[in-house]
Structures are given as structure tokens and as C-alpha cells.
């Protein structure tokens, strides 16, 4: 597949591009929770940022929230609770063609320059399945900055590391 380099960059996400999140989305449970549209549709609107990338199809995209979002995830209230500036994302979904190509790297550069530049907030928070474990997504947190600040149940069987990363 031959793509222009742009095609391959984060951009804002688009009311066109719900569909197809939604399907990518559900194609990548459990690493991220199952929803319907008009889920989807709630959360990209109380959304404080959210990128896509893919012109013609879409590749990957990702969902943050700032504190004080009408969000009920236990996983955002968790961090809700304990701090009081910080910016969580939610979702981060890359098509698995796609994937090892720096694509999730992408989204969270464009997160994060996009906190430096409104001055935002000073952690970006995110979790990472520990049970059943993520082994990729635990490396790839580990390889860019975040630390865990702490574990929990966030349902039946599932146990996760909730992660930190401090943006200047």
C-alpha cells in the first residue's frame, strides 16, 4: 500500500471519521472497551482533544478527556480523584495493518504538543490492561516516559496499571 507521508500524520478527528472508528474500535476489543455509536459520539464530544490519522481510511485515532468531563470510566474518575490538573486518554486505536509503524507514537506527540501549547495540564494519564496483560502496550509506555502511580480493578477480571507521564 503506497501512502503519502500525510496521510500517515495526526489531524483532528472528524464527525466522517465515526464510522469507521467505531469499527476499528470494536475490531480491537479487549485492548479497548467495546461501544456502540452513540457512545463513541458522547465521548468525541466531551472529548479535550481527538486525533485521527488516515485520509481515504482510517488508521488509528484516540480520545482524551480533561478533569470535570461528564465521564463515568472508573478508570477517569480514579485519576479525577487524585489529581487535579491532568489530561487522560481515554482510547488509543491503531488498525492492526498498521501497526510497528509508529502510528500510537504519532498520537501521543500530537497529544502532547497540543498540552504544551494551550498549557493544559502537567500529566498525561492513560491505563494499560495488567490482567489479562498488554505486554506491547505495557513496552511501549515503559519506552516513552509514563510510570505507573497505581493498580486497580477496574471490572471482574480485569486489573490495570494506571500510568503517568509529566509534559513540559
Known amino acids: 500500500m503506497d501512502m503519502q507521508p500525510s496521510q500517515l500524520e495526526p489531524r483532528l478527528f472528524l464527525a466522517s471519521d465515526l464510522e469507521a472508528a467505531l469499527e ?4 480491537n476489543a479487549p485492548a479497548v472497551g467495546e461501544i456502540d455509536r452513540a457512545t463513541l459520539e458522547f465521548l468525541i464530544e466531551h472529548s479535550l482533544y481527538s486525533f ?3 485520509d481515504k481510511s482510517l488508521h488509528a485515532f484516540c480520545i482524551t478527556f480533561a478533569p470535570g468531563a461528564p465521564y463515568t470510566s472508573v478508570n477517569y474518575q480514579w485519576f479525577s480523584q487524585k489529581y487535579p490538573d491532568f489530561v487522560y486518554l481515554d482510547r488509543i486505536v491503531v488498525g492492526e495493518s498498521m501497526r510497528n509503524k509508529s502510528l ?6 500530537a497529544i502532547e504538543q497540543r498540552m504544551i501549547k494551550d498549557r493544559c495540564a502537567p500529566l498525561l494519564t492513560c491505563e494499560v490492561n495488567l490482567n489479562p496483560p498488554n505486554e506491547g502496550s505495557i513496552r511501549f509506555h515503559n519506552r516513552i516516559g509514563f510510570r505507573e502511580v ?3 480493578d477496574s ?12 509534559i513540559q
Open 155 to 166: 471490572k471482574p477480571g480485569l486489573t490495570v496499571s494506571m500510568l503517568a507521564k509529566t
Open 52 to 54: 485521527a490519522i488516515g
Open 150 to 152: 497505581g493498580q486497580q
Open 24 to 27: 476499528l474500535n470494536n475490531a
Open 104 to 109: 500510537g507514537a504519532k498520537l501521543y506527540a
